[in-house]
């Protein structure tokens, strides 16, 4: 797919963890005892993905523990989202109101234990855990920001883009912009540098312009070089919530046209960051010891995806058609909510 798109500028090298293989093997088990992949296709599609080399690329600093942890996080996310994106559960905001609203209890500490007799959505359990192994590393002020930008993800998801794909609402640019850094999880991501790098930035910090700036930037740059690398994908789906569509269907634009302007985008918003990037630096030489690291983790953000989007099979156009049927590869059980079961409790059809 790579030859085919425009290139996509990127100043920051290449990079990758040297405990990659260990992180694969955890996640083969991981994911099997928290049950979020156990169906044989399913399965397949997930070795496929390679979700410990995405990880080893975009945290590469990261030790062998911590990558375990923030490669969980990934799976958790990737996953979850592709239910809400690539099935029917994507459609109807009422569906998963009750698993999402059981994810906050989780969070926000207020989860009772499990109810009798139930078998619990696996991505219920699988949030438990993960739960329990970040907080104790983090501040409380980090908690209290990666709980919103976790909430604001699944709300956004489960409520925003289901409800247009529901009501046929093509979004507007600027507005899908503003709300693709929630969709896409980026924050959540944003927000496990921390962790990874073993630093509390304070809030003074994240209300900075700069700060703002720089991270607004990052995370541009990375949902927009998906929405670049999975248009084939998600033009098979139906999918609108994706850049070089909107800009298609708001601008008139021809396909390559639209890729070459999303292509450009992301390169000025590169630059952006670049620019905030020197200015806090300067600004703020006291803060070093925070800044490098964070910094350095956005830039291992924006490099590492745009590898890990290049050579995955999950966005290859020559294989596009394994999103032709969603069923063979989402898996019930994540969400704990079946087709027949949504369509009960939705009040209307797909």
């Not at 992180?23 to 992949?37: A, F, P, Y």
């Not at 438990?128 to 909430?151: G, Q, S």
């Not at 952006?272 to 006291?286: C, I």
Request: glycine share 6%; proline share 6%.
């Amino acid at each position: 797919m790579e030859s085919e798109l425009p290139d996509i500028y990127c100043p920051f090298p290449q990079r990758s963890n040297p405990h990659v293989d260990h992180t694969r093997e955890h996640l083969d088990t991981w994911t099997r005892r928290t049950g979020l992949v156990h169906r044989e296709s399913a399965r397949a599609r997930f070795e496929q993905a390679d979700f410990g080399a995405f990880v080893g690329m975009v945290y590469p600093t990261a030790d062998s523990e911590d990558l375990d942890l923030v490669a969980d996080w990934f799976v958790w996310l990737f996953l979850v989202d592709d239910q809400l994106d690539d099935g029917h559960l994507g459609r109807s905001p009422d569906r998963v109101r009750d698993v999402v609203e059981r994810m906050r209890a989780v969070v926000e500490g207020t989860a009772p234990g499990p109810r009798p007799g139930e078998d619990a959505p696996a991505a219920l359990i699988a949030l438990t855990d993960l739960w329990e192994r970040t907080v104790p590393r983090a501040a409380p002020h980090w908690r209290t920001r990666f709980t919103w930008h976790l909430m604001t993800y699944l709300t956004t998801a489960t409520t925003w883009e289901a409800g247009n794909r529901a009501d046929g609402v093509v979004p507007s640019e600027a507005t899908y912009i503003a709300k693709r850094r929630h969709t896409g999880a980026i924050h959540v991501c944003m927000d496990l540098i921390e962790i990874v790098a073993g630093i509390a930035a304070p809030e003074s910090l994240h209300n900075d312009a700069d700060f703002i700036t720089a991270l607004e930037a990052s995370c541009n740059v990375v949902c927009w070089a998906n929405d670049v690398y999975s248009y084939e994908k998600e033009q098979v789906l139906g999918e609108i919530h994706n850049l070089v569509h909107l800009v298609r269907h708001h601008r008139g634009y021809g396909k390559h046209q639209a890729l070459e302007h999303v292509c450009a985008e992301i390169a000025r918003e590169t630059e952006r960051f670049l620019t905030a990037e020197a200015e806090l630096l300067a600004l703020y030489p006291e803060l070093a010891g925070l800044l490098v690291p964070y910094l350095d983790g956005m830039r291992s953000w924006m490099r590492g995806n745009l590898d890990w989007s290049r050579q995955t099979p999950r966005y290859n156009p020559a294989d596009v058609s394994q999103y032709a049927e969603p069923g063979a590869y989402l898996e019930e059980s994540v969400l704990g909510v079946s087709p027949d079961h949504a369509r009960l409790g939705s009040g209307g059809g797909d």
